[in-house]
């Protein structure tokens, strides 16, 4: 299968990118040109050879057109945003990159009239933030969801939907809810937060990769769209208690410490029963076996 994934860079593209090329696909990342020059994110770097790399910036139509013709996937994973990690970036910046970068690669995908060339399916990633769009990042992510109903029912093009519940892992940033807190229980320190009462769906990126994958084999309907999480609910102030219980020291959680951010829905959990009976596939790894994990790796890395 030719496949091509936009966002290979993000943490939970690596993990996809990995799986696709062990299962034997011919994998391609659609990257920014800087990469030419410089190298990608570990591991994809020591894994190069595995990988084709095709430049475009999302943002600029034309671009993306030619190096989606070039590719010519078979199937395609867009996974590239902006936000991801500042949900309340200028709206501009959102409508730009979320918007306009999924409509340029849509309209590059299917740009042949006579069909030759245009991928078997195209996979979207959502976020449950979508729901309630209460920041630029989701309310720009649902504004591009819906022109991609739109290009399913009217057109026939065969996009689909996987909305992914709160990834977490091993090599997601410091500046990230499971890494930070981690890494600051195994360093012996206070950990500031806010009062964190909101419950998440957490899923482990593996999980998180091979969901998506299940998704590509699924067989959905163009236009629909389908949960990708754990249904293992468990607040923010839990998950930063569980992971100071795992390392032990003397550092603690300090829930309340800082105010909480507008915008954050108090319960966000996928109907992974309709996954199931969809695509006959469920979450494998437990909150707190994938909590000791990333641990592991941090402790690794500082060793």
Same mark, same amino acid.
């Not at 609910?233 to 550092?251: I, K, M």
């Not at 966000?268 to 000791?292: M, Y």
């Given at each position: #299968?030719?496949?091509?994934?936009?966002? $290979?860079?993000?943490?939970?593209?690596?993990?996809?990118?990995?799986?696709?090329?062990?299962?034997?696909? %011919?994998? #391609?990342?659609?990257?920014?040109?800087? /990469?030419?020059?410089?190298?990608?994110?570990?591991?994809? @770097?020591?894994?190069?050879?595995?990988?084709?790399?095709?430049?475009?910036?999302?943002?600029?139509?034309?671009?993306?057109?030619?190096?989606?013709?070039?590719?010519?996937?078979?199937?395609?994973?867009?996974?590239? $945003?902006?936000?991801?990690?500042?949900?309340?970036?200028?709206?501009?910046?959102?409508?730009?990159?979320?918007?306009?970068?999924?409509?340029?690669?849509?309209?590059?995908?299917?740009?042949? %009239?006579?069909?030759?060339?245009?991928?078997?399916?195209?996979?979207?990633?959502?976020?449950?933030?979508?729901?309630?769009?209460?920041?630029? /990042?989701?309310?720009?992510?649902?504004?591009?969801?819906?022109?991609?109903?739109?290009?399913?029912?009217?057109?026939?093009?065969?996009?689909?939907?996987?909305?992914?519940?709160?990834?977490?892992?091993?090599?997601?940033?410091?500046? /990230?809810?499971?890494?930070?807190?981690?890494?600051?229980?195994?360093?012996?320190? +206070?950990?500031? #937060?806010?009062?964190?009462?909101?419950?998440?769906?957490?899923? /482990?990126?593996?999980?998180?990769?091979?969901?998506?994958?299940?998704?590509? @084999?699924?067989?959905?309907?163009?236009?629909?769209?389908? +949960?990708?999480?754990?249904?293992?609910?468990?607040?923010?102030?839990?998950?930063?208690?569980? $992971?100071?219980?795992?390392?032990?020291?003397?550092?603690?959680?300090?829930?309340?410490?800082?105010?909480?951010?507008?915008?954050?829905?108090?319960?966000?959990?996928?109907?992974?029963?309709?996954?199931?009976?969809?695509?006959?596939?469920?979450?494998?790894?437990?909150?707190?076996?994938?909590?000791? #994990?990333?641990? +592991?790796?941090?402790?690794?890395?500082?060793?």
């Amino acid at each position: #299968m030719r496949t091509l994934i936009t966002g $290979a860079t993000g943490f939970i593209g690596r993990a996809l990118a990995q799986q696709a090329a062990a299962a034997g696909d %011919e994998v #391609m990342l659609l990257v920014r040109e800087g /990469y030419r020059q410089r190298p990608l994110p570990e591991p994809l @770097e020591g894994q190069r050879e595995q990988f084709q790399l095709v430049y475009a910036d999302l943002r600029d139509a034309e671009a993306t057109e030619r190096a989606v013709s070039a590719a010519e996937p078979q199937l395609l994973y867009h996974l590239a $945003a902006g936000g991801v990690d500042d949900p309340f970036l200028d709206v501009e910046a959102a409508l730009e990159q979320n918007l306009y970068g999924t409509l340029n690669l849509l309209r590059g995908a299917f740009a042949d %009239e006579d069909g030759r060339g245009h991928p078997q399916q195209v996979i979207v990633v959502r976020t449950p933030g979508e729901d309630s769009a209460m920041n630029p /990042y989701a309310a720009s992510k649902a504004a591009a969801w819906q022109f991609c109903r739109m290009y399913a029912r009217t057109r026939g093009w065969p996009i689909v939907g996987a909305k992914l519940f709160q990834t977490y892992g091993p090599g997601q940033g410091p500046h /990230y809810l499971v890494t930070g807190a981690l890494a600051a229980a195994l360093a012996g320190q +206070d950990f500031p #937060m806010t009062a964190g009462a909101q419950q998440r769906d957490w899923i /482990y990126v593996s999980d998180a990769a091979e969901g998506l994958r299940a998704v590509s @084999e699924g067989g959905l309907a163009p236009g629909s769209s389908v +949960d990708l999480g754990s249904g293992e609910l468990a607040s923010v102030a839990e998950v930063v208690q569980q $992971a100071y219980d795992l390392v032990g020291g003397p550092g603690r959680p300090l829930p309340g410490a800082l105010p909480t951010r507008p915008g954050e829905e108090p319960l966000q959990v996928a109907d992974v029963e309709r996954a199931r009976a969809l695509l006959g596939w469920q979450a494998a790894v437990p909150l707190r076996q994938g909590l000791a #994990m990333v641990r +592991d790796h941090l402790t690794q890395e500082g060793a």
